[in-house]
């Protein structure tokens, strides 16, 4: 088989990948009692099922997982709502079929909340909800997997705030709050994860002892 031949299979393999979830997704949110674990289950098998016929995870696992969250919102634009509500279970679930391939979670974790939020803004949605949908989503399933959870949320939070940037510095600024919830309790990630005040270059104050540590919620 010519090289050509095998990338034509390779990028046929993932283009039914997004169709596969986008009508799966459709008849979840139209009657299925259990949408969130149907929608992780369709996903992880979808996305594992296709890196294993791609035979590499790490030079097509982004692609897989745009061609997913793509086809996600497809879906919940055909049915008119659910758009939130099944982010968080396609995230999940890609990072669970990543993870059933043997593939990076933590990059995964990355790429899917960066493409969600992106996708977001592209339809019009809140972006802010999808992200902490999104963040929830791949955090949940490093939980479920054993998965280094604070590596994990670090990059999530990261990703989504970076996201966000490129839309502006309203998104930035209401992504950044709704995810210090997300990682209360995680002092670390949220830390390194979320972008700290600087005073302006021609300032000369001395940082302070608390300055870039983020205070989270309940927490001294």
């Given at each position: 088989m010519s090289a050509e031949q095998t990338q034509s299979g390779t990028e046929e393999k993932i283009g039914k990948a997004g169709a596969t979830v986008k009508q799966g997704i459709?008849?979840?949110?139209?009657?299925?009692?259990?949408?969130?674990?149907?929608?992780?289950?369709l996903v992880r098998n979808t996305?594992?099922?296709?890196?294993?016929?791609?035979?590499t995870v790490a030079n097509?696992?982004?692609?897989?997982?745009?061609d997913v969250i793509k086809g996600a919102i497809?879906?919940?634009?055909?049915?008119?709502?659910?758009?939130?509500?099944?982010?968080?279970s396609v995230a999940k679930g890609v990072v669970m079929g990543v993870n059933d391939v043997g593939g990076d979670i933590v990059i995964a974790a990355g790429q899917t909340v960066k493409v969600a939020v992106k996708?977001?803004?592209?339809?019009?949605?809140?972006?802010?909800?999808?992200?902490?949908?999104?963040v929830d989503g791949v955090i949940e399933a490093a939980k479920d997997i054993g998965g280094n959870v604070e590596d994990v949320a670090k990059v999530a939070?990261?990703?989504?705030?970076?996201?966000?940037?490129?839309?502006?510095?309203?998104?930035?600024?209401?992504?950044?709050?709704?995810?210090?919830?997300v990682v209360e309790g995680i002092k670390e990630v949220a830390s390194a994860a979320l972008p700290a005040s600087r005073p302006a270059p021609s300032e000369?104050?001395?940082?302070?002892?608390?300055?870039?540590?983020?205070?989270?919620?309940?927490?001294?």
């Open positions: 459709v008849g979840s949110l139209k009657g299925l009692n259990d949408i969130e674990t149907e929608i992780v289950d996305v594992s099922g296709t890196l294993k016929a791609t035979g097509e696992g982004l692609v897989i997982t745009k497809q879906a919940t634009e055909e049915v008119g709502t659910g758009l939130i509500l099944s982010t968080k996708g977001a803004a592209e339809v019009g949605a809140d972006v802010s909800q999808v992200a902490r949908k999104a939070v990261g990703g989504a705030i970076e996201a966000a940037g490129l839309l502006g510095k309203t998104a930035v600024r209401t992504v950044t709050d709704l995810l210090v919830g000369k104050k001395a940082p302070s002892s608390e300055e870039g540590t983020v205070k989270i919620r309940g927490k001294s």
